[in-house]
T-cell receptor, first 115, second 110 residues
C-alpha cells in the first residue's frame, strides 16, 4: 500500500530564510509524487510533481522539490520564504497510473512565515 | 474560465437529513473525485469516477453516495448514515499526471 508521511505538523521560518517542508513516502513500484498548497477555507493548488526524470523538480511560486530514491524522500524547498507562503502544505503520492487524482495524502504541514 | 465549481461554499444540515454537494467541471476531464478533509488528517478519498455512469468506492465511502450521469457533474450525497458528516469536502478532476481541485464545501451538522 502507498503511504506518505509529513513528520512536522508545523514549520516556522522568518521571511527571507530558506523554507523546507519534509515528506517521505512508501510505495511499491515507481513513485509519482506531488505537492499541493492550501490557503484557509480554499481548495488545493498544485505546486509541482515528480513523475520521472531529473531529481530536482521546479514548480510554481519559486518552490522546488528534490526526489531522493535512496532516502524515499521528496522534500519541498524554497530559497527565500515570503509571508504569503504561510499556508497548509500537502505531500501526496498517486496510487495508480490509470487514475491520477486517486491520491494518498500526508497529514499536512502548516507553514508559518513571520515578518 | 475553465475549472471546477463546488456549491454551496457553506452548508448546514440537521441530523437525520440527507444533503447533496454539487461539483461541476468544464475541463473535459474523464475522471472525478471526492475527498473529505478533517483537521490533522489530510484528505481521504470517498468516491471516484473514471468515466460516465461508472464510479468506485474510495477509503471512506460508508454513508455517502454519488452519481455520474454527465461527464461534467459528480454530485455527492451525504446520507443520514454518515456518523460524522461535519467536514470540508473537496472535489477534484484529473487528467494525465495531475489533479485539479475545487474550492470546497464546508458541511456542518447542527
Amino acid at each position: 500500500a502507498q503511504s506518505v508521511a509529513q513528520p512536522e505538523d508545523q514549520v516556522n521560518v522568518a521571511e527571507g530564510n530558506p523554507l523546507t517542508v519534509k515528506c517521505t513516502y512508501s510505495v511499491s513500484g515507481n513513485p509519482y509524487l506531488f505537492w499541493y498548497v492550501q490557503y484557509p477555507n480554499r481548495g488545493l493548488q498544485f505546486l509541482l510533481k515528480y513523475i520521472t526524470g531529473d531529481n530536482l523538480v521546479k514548480g510554481s511560486y519559486g518552490f522546488e522539490a528534490e526526489f531522493n530514491k535512496s532516502q524515499t524522500s521528496f522534500h519541498l524547498k524554497k530559497p527565500s520564504a515570503l509571508v504569503s507562503d504561510s499556508a497548509l502544505y500537502f505531500c501526496a503520492v498517486s496510487r495508480t497510473t490509470d487514475s491520477w487524482g486517486k491520491l494518498q495524502f500526508g497529514a499536512g504541514t502548516q507553514v508559518v512565515v513571520t515578518p | 474560465d475553465g475549472g471546477i465549481t463546488q456549491s454551496p461554499k457553506y452548508l448546514f444540515r440537521k441530523e437525520g437529513q440527507n444533503v447533496t454537494l454539487s461539483c461541476e467541471q468544464n475541463l473535459n476531464h474523464d475522471a472525478m473525485y471526492w475527498y473529505r478533509q478533517d483537521p490533522g488528517q489530510g484528505l481521504r478519498l470517498i468516491y471516484y469516477s473514471q468515466i460516465v455512469n461508472d464510479f468506485q468506492k474510495g477509503d471512506i465511502a460508508e454513508g455517502y453516495s454519488v452519481s455520474r450521469e454527465k461527464k461534467e457533474s459528480f454530485p455527492l450525497t451525504v446520507t443520514s448514515a454518515q456518523k460524522n458528516p461535519t467536514a470540508f469536502y473537496l472535489c477534484a478532476s484529473g487528467r494525465t499526471t495531475e489533479a485539479f481541485f475545487g474550492q470546497g464545501t464546508r458541511l456542518t451538522v447542527v
